[in-house]
């Protein structure tokens, strides 16, 4: 079954998915002063937002089903350089943190916090040129 399925391309809505990442990359850094996992797991959303206006540029969504997290980063990773490989390696190993923090005890370092907070950031740059350069 295929991860995704074709959705009109909103010029609005993709603007708007791209917004909220990038507050939720501010809310992150502000966060790693005060608590180190949720500005970890604040990046890891601004990241997904990020991944989806990427889709939703493209005309795609995701289906609603279990695993859908990962088929938005493996579509994200199949249209941007093959030089992020390193990148959205870090955003699995996120994810997979994410869960473990999430669900059982995992904790966050501030080395981790202020990486995945980097990361974002410098992924956001890369999203935002390869949206901007399609939907003006």
């Known amino acids: 079954m295929d991860k995704t399925k074709p ?7 993709v603007r708007q998915f791209l917004d909220d990442a990038n507050r939720k990359a501010a809310a992150a850094r502000k966060n790693l002063a005060i608590d180190e996992e949720t500005a970890y797991q604040t990046a890891y959303q601004a ?11 493209h005309g795609q969504r995701p289906r609603v089903q279990l695993g859908h997290h990962i088929a938005i980063i493996e579509f994200a990773q199949k249209q941007l350089d093959p030089k992020l490989a390193a990148l959205f390696d870090l955003f699995d190993r996120m994810r ?17 916090a202020e990486d995945a907070v980097l990361a974002v950031e410098e992924y956001l740059k890369v999203v935002s040129a390869d949206i901007l350069a399609r939907i003006p």
């Not at 959705?7 to 809505?13: G, L, N, R």
């Not at 997904?48 to 939703?56: Q, R, T």
């Not at 997979?96 to 981790?112: C, P, Q």
């Open 7 to 13: 959705q009109k391309i909103d010029p609005k809505q």
């Open 47 to 57: 990241m997904l937002k990020a991944s989806l206006a990427l889709m939703l540029s």
């Open 96 to 112: 997979r943190k994410r869960n473990d923090a999430f669900y059982d005890i995992a904790l966050i370092s501030d080395v981790e």
